[in-house]
Nanobody, 122 residues
Framework: QVQLVESGGGSVQAGGSLRLSCVASGYTYCMGWFRQAPGKEREGVTH????????FYANSVRGRFTISKDHAKNTLYLQMNSLQPEDTAIYYC??????????????????WGQGTQVTVSS
């Protein structure tokens, strides 16, 4: 497991943007972002494979969110544009060595950050 520390959450108006950051203490094969809204299950947002750079997005965020990684800084980013109230949630950074990790299965990821709150008002 690696240590993951998120930052960058906050409150914005609908249509606004935020960028989340996640600093990792070590290497992981796959890193991603999940979110959990009050009363709902944790859901996958996006993930990327460190080696290939391949990325995957949930349908709900495709075209609005962008995942990227600065390998020199070992930092994962989530650029969130056109934010909507339904994007309000705690966002978690996650990492895994599981080559078959899926956004549909949070249990595939074994390293988690502490979470950062994102609130979008209408």
């Amino acid at each position: 497991q690696v240590q993951l520390v998120e930052s960058g959450g906050g409150s914005v108006q609908a249509g606004g943007s935020l960028r989340l950051s996640c600093v990792a203490s070590g290497y992981t094969y796959c890193m991603g972002w999940f979110r959990q809204a009050p009363g709902k299950e944790r859901e996958g947002v996006t993930h990327t494979y460190t080696g290939s750079g391949s990325t995957f997005y949930a349908n709900s965020v495709r075209g609005r969110f962008t995942i990227s990684k600065d390998h020199a800084k070992n930092t994962l980013y989530l650029q969130m544009n056109s934010l909507q109230p339904e994007d309000t949630a705690i966002y978690y950074c996650a990492g895994t060595y599981n080559v078959y990790a899926s956004l549909l299965h949070p249990g595939d990821f074994d390293s988690w950050g502490q979470g950062t709150q994102v609130t979008v008002s209408s």
